[in-house]
């Protein structure tokens, strides 16, 4: 069996995470909502992934390793992740890949 993209396994990671909280407290529906959106982006890369899109953001990603701006990156792609139901939303997991590399192109200088 293939490995899942990365992308899908820190949406994953977050949507676990979320689930959680509900477990801790069954009347938070919104990290309930929150958590079903982050599987369903994870389920749209892991079934029909874009790979320009993908393509397009590791090249920013790549851009930003060798300006050392990768670090600032993954902590603003996980905060995004985080706020998915809380101020964020991605609808298609080519629209979270978009919002990724919009936050990746601010992180370089480039939107």
């Known amino acids: 069996m293939e490995e899942d993209l990365p992308e899908v396994v820190e949406l994953e990671r977050v ?8 477990d801790a407290k069954p009347t ?4 309930a909502k929150a958590a079903r959106q982050l599987l ?7 079934r029909a992934p874009n790979a320009k899109l993908l393509e397009e953001y590791r090249c ?3 851009w930003l390793s060798e300006s050392d701006g990768i670090s600032d990156f993954v902590l603003r792609a996980q905060d995004y992740r985080e706020m998915v139901g809380f ?4 609808e ?11 936050l990746a192109q601010e992180t370089f200088g480039m939107g």
Do not use: H
């Not at 298609?92 to 919009?102: F, K, P, W």
């Open 92 to 102: 298609t997991g080519d629209d979270y890949v978009r919002a990724l590399i919009a």
């Open 87 to 90: 101020g964020e939303w991605a």
């Open 60 to 62: 920013v990603c790549n």
């Open 40 to 46: 369903k982006l994870a389920d749209d890369l892991r």
């Open 15 to 22: 949507a676990d995470w979320r689930l959680r909280m509900v």
């Open 28 to 31: 938070d529906e919104q990290s």
